[in-house]
């Protein structure tokens, strides 16, 4: 089962009689499978907190469907399976962490037992707990964004929304958050955020999803997304004229300890370089494929996303 789905998502903002009209989304067609990490990318502006927005009911959609769990969106059983958190938290700086938690608790009707037992266990799992009866005021940006994730599970939600969690974070921040996030996946639970820290979304991210001006132009599970874009091929004891000719079909080639790496940009041009090597006397020691980073990836579909909707002005 998918834990989201949306179906021909629009949002379009502007007065009703105004000509100038703003597509926040166009269409937007998004499944999110269940138990994994999904990372929701896009530049700014792209309608990834409105999708947001619109999944949680803050926003009213202009067209189309939104699913959670196979269920409208908008039902309240299905509200209570979800947990969330904004971009930019506001919290009640005259509160301890501990008292927020369990004012969280409160607004969601556990009773005062339970609102207790669940905030020193979140306290203690977001790192927190010596900070527990400290004033939310006086928190760093690390710590406010765990204690915005602990509210965000007092519920123990089954699928947890985040909107740029780990962006403005120090590495020691961001580590903490990526570790809270991963064991999350781990007992069972889907986690879905937007960022654009591409490096740890890579990382960490079972699945992506790009957005560019309301459309989605690409998505699917990161190690598949993400293609082979050549090789670094080790071999020793290549000479004479196969050693030029390897040369000449690669990208670069370079001698280490006493071994050539050969670089190819196209693999269809392995099999060619191994019958050069094997020719010239020498033997390939390892095979090292390359895969385009995530960075490279989402910058190249979004250029060409652009390039197409140029394209399409001009005809």
């Excluded at 269920?71 to 919290?91: I, M």
């Excluded at 962490?97 to 409160?106: D, E, I, P, Y």
């Excluded at 790192?127 to 965000?152: H, N, P, T, W, Y």
């Excluded at 519920?155 to 120090?170: Q, Y």
Aim: proline share 3%; charged share 30%; hydrophobic share 40%.
């Amino acid at each position: 089962m998918n834990a989201i789905e949306t179906v021909l998502l629009r949002k379009q903002y502007g007065w009703f009689f105004s000509r100038e009209k703003v597509h926040a989304l166009d269409g937007l067609t998004l499944n999110v499978p269940e138990n994994t990490i999904f990372g929701f990318l896009g530049p700014n502006g792209a309608g990834k907190t409105t999708t947001i927005k619109i999944l949680l009911g803050l926003v009213l959609p202009t067209s189309g469907e939104t699913r959670i769990f196979g269920a409208d969106s908008q039902s309240q059983n299905v509200r209570e399976r979800v947990g969330y958190l904004p971009e930019n938290p506001r919290f009640y700086p005259h509160l301890t962490a501990r008292g927020f938690l369990v004012f969280c608790g409160k607004l969601i009707h556990l009773d005062p037992m339970e609102r207790a037992k669940r905030a020193d266990m979140l306290l203690e799992r977001v790192d927190l707990k010596d900070a527990a009866e400290q004033k939310i005021k006086g928190f760093s940006r690390g710590m406010l964004q765990r204690v915005g994730i602990a509210q965000a599970l007092i519920g123990d939600p089954d699928l947890v929304i985040l909107d740029e969690p780990i962006t403005g974070l120090d590495p020691m921040g961001r580590r903490s958050v990526k570790q809270i996030l991963v064991s999350l996946r781990d007992e069972g639970k889907t986690i879905f955020f937007s960022s654009h820290v591409l490096s740890d979304v890579e990382k960490m991210c079972d699945v992506i999803g790009v957005l560019n001006r309301g459309r989605l132009i690409d998505s699917g599970y990161t190690k598949e997304i993400l293609g082979e874009i050549g090789a670094d091929i080790w071999a020793e004891k290549v000479s004479g004229d196969a050693l030029q000719k390897a040369e000449a079909i690669c990208k670069s080639v370079t001698l280490k300890d006493g071994k050539f790496c050969f670089s190819l940009d196209d693999m269809s041009k392995q099999e060619k370089l191994a019958e050069l090597v094997q020719s010239g006397g020498g033997k390939i020691l390892e095979v090292v494929k390359n895969r385009e980073d995530l960075e490279e990836f989402f910058l190249r579909r979004v250029q060409e996303d652009e390039q197409k909707r140029n394209e399409g002005r001009m005809e």
